[in-house]
Nanobody, 122 residues
Framework: QVQLVESGGGLVQPGGSLRLSCTAS????????IGWFRQVPGKEREGVSC????????HYVDLVKGRFTISVDKAKNTAFLQMNSLKPEDTAVYYC???????????????WGKGTLVTVSS
């Protein structure tokens, strides 16, 4: 069965850190672009970061640049999002998604996880 499963969410204080994981099963991430997205209830889903497992190229939105780091461990078939200096406005459900590198330009993702909740609060 093809799926992505996120983990690592939880409650953290402002300024703290969390490391999210996204493990793929039923397919390999080796030739995929993996993205992290987040969504607050009542708000639009927004892209946070993405990485190409093929060449390692990364992208971050300005709001998280310098604080978040995306990576992929091909041996573990898992992508990560290291989140540092967390702010209350980072609170959201975080989703990982993947799209084949060869068709990335078409837009849209092939697979989505169910999400993991990150709450940044005192």
């Amino acid at each position: 069965q093809v799926q992505l499963v996120e983990s690592g969410g939880g409650l953290v204080q402002p300024g703290g850190s969390l490391r999210l994981s996204c493990t793929a099963s039923g397919f390999t991430l080796d030739y995929y672009v993996i993205g992290w997205f987040r969504q607050v209830p009542g708000k639009e889903r927004e892209g946070v970061s993405c990485i190409s497992a093929t060449d390692g190229n990364t992208h971050y939105v300005d709001l998280v640049k310098g604080r978040f780091t995306i990576s992929v461990d091909k041996a573990k078939n898992t992508a990560f999002l290291q989140m540092n200096s967390l702010k209350p406005e980072d609170t959201a459900v975080y989703y990982c998604a993947a799209v084949a590198s060869s068709t990335y330009y078409l837009g849209g993702m092939d697979y989505w996880g169910k999400g993991t909740l990150v709450t940044v609060s005192s």
